[in-house]
């Protein structure tokens, strides 16, 4: 049975955060260099690595991101060998090299502490999302996890002449420096989405990608709205 199980052992650490097969994420823990993770992820890890609840940086950047079950994010330190998972979800790592991305707060599993970061209303929503719609800014030097509902797709905006409108159940990232503004439509309301009537769309323009989800489905996320 050993030799039937060999090929899913872990194998050699060759970057920071990196995949482990479609649904988990491997991270390299050092002291000094620690992790904030979706509370409830975490579903392995070796040697010796600690875990703090809500810590205060959390409390101060994202008091504003609330969700029934409060901030979702942890903080891990210490040193050894981190899994994390969100419930089969694909998970997507990115190393951003000085580079910016905007997440949807669902979308988020994991990145280093030591990048800058903070959570921001996405102008010009209101009107169409209720309160609006939350997501998490990242920038500078460091990794960070993604998950997505299914295999994602990069869409590269291009020259910025045309919009991209993506389904705001099924977005998950953006370049931060876009433009984004929403849209409604009751052409497209048997195209996009699963529910009928009215079609709600977010456009985007301008310089950079967007990421989206094969899945539309707002019961398999919670929006996080202030």
């Given at each position: 049975?050993?030799?039937?199980?060999?090929?899913?052992?872990?194998?050699?650490?060759a970057a920071r955060m990196e995949n482990h097969g479609r649904s988990m994420?491997?991270?390299?823990?050092?002291?000094?260099?620690?992790?904030?993770?979706?509370?409830?992820s975490m579903?392995?890890?070796?040697?010796f690595v600690q875990y703090q609840p809500n810590p205060p940086a959390v409390r101060q950047i994202a008091g504003q991101w609330i969700t029934g079950e409060g901030t979702p994010l942890m903080q891990a330190s210490g040193d050894g060998m981190l899994y994390l998972a969100d419930y089969g979800a694909d998970v997507v790592v990115i190393n951003l090299n000085g580079e910016g991305l905007s997440v949807n707060g669902t979308n988020?599993?994991?990145?280093?502490?030591?990048?800058?970061?903070g959570v921001e209303r996405v102008k010009?929503?209101?009107?169409?999302?209720?309160?609006?719609?939350w997501n998490v800014k990242l920038g500078g030097q460091g990794w960070v996890a993604l998950t997505s509902r299914g295999a994602p797709i990069v869409v590269d905006c291009g020259s910025g002449?045309?919009?991209?409108?993506?389904?705001?159940?099924?977005?998950?990232?953006?370049?931060?420096?876009?433009?984004?503004?929403?849209?409604?439509s009751f052409k497209a309301s048997s195209m996009i989405g699963r529910g009928s009537g009215e079609a709600y769309q977010m456009a985007?323009?301008?310089?950079?990608?967007?990421?989206?989800?094969?899945?539309?489905?707002s019961t398999d996320r919670l929006r996080i709205r202030g």
């Open positions: 049975m050993n030799q039937q199980l060999a090929g899913f052992a872990p194998t050699a650490v994420v491997k991270i390299a823990m050092q002291s000094g260099q620690d992790v904030f993770a979706r509370t409830g579903v392995a890890y070796e040697g988020l599993l994991a990145f280093d502490a030591s990048l800058q970061w010009g929503l209101a009107k169409f999302a209720g309160q609006g719609l002449e045309d919009e991209t409108y993506v389904d705001p159940d099924a977005l998950v990232a953006w370049s931060p420096n876009l433009k984004v503004k929403g849209k409604r985007f323009s301008g310089q950079g990608i967007v990421v989206v989800q094969p899945s539309e489905d």
